[in-house]
Nanobody, 124 residues
Framework: QVQLVESGGGLVQAGGSLRLSCAAS????????MGWFRQAPGKEREFVAA????????YYADSVKGRFTISRDNVKNTVYLQMNSLKPEDTAVYSC?????????????????WGQGTQVTVSS
């Protein structure tokens, strides 16, 4: 079992920044790939970013490329999502997820464990 707990969400003005954290416990954190997803009201969950177990392979959704940065610290068992130049359309509940198989994946159903999510609201 893996437990994932997100933090760092909040209310920010357009153009601002937030840093989300996802703390993991349970199985060895360094052995699995991690992803960030988001879901806005009335919309399906969408892929944001993913990072391999070693940190050597990273994917981003086109909508966040150049603005968001995913990283991980395998000593602290934590994955991060640095979000800069935030836009109102980034407003959503952001969740982290763990995947034990390779390669990196962008589909929600390819992930094995999920956190409860943290709300990010960007005002215009």
């Amino acid at each position: 079992q893996v437990q994932l707990v997100e933090s760092g969400g909040g209310l920010v003005q357009a153009g601002g920044s937030l840093r989300l954290s996802c703390a993991a416990s349970g199985r060895t954190f360094s052995s699995y790939n991690m992803g960030w997803f988001r879901q806005a009201p009335g919309k399906e969950r969408e892929f944001v970013a993913a990072i391999s177990w070693s940190g050597g392979n990273i994917y981003y959704a086109d909508s966040v490329k150049g603005r968001f940065t995913i990283s991980r610290d395998n000593v602290k068992n934590t994955v991060y999502l640095q979000m800069n130049s935030l836009k109102p359309e980034d407003t959503a509940v952001y969740s982290c997820a763990a995947r034990f198989e390779d390669p990196l994946a962008t589909a929600p159903n390819e992930y094995d464990y999920w956190g409860q999510g943290t709300q990010v609201t960007v005002s215009s």
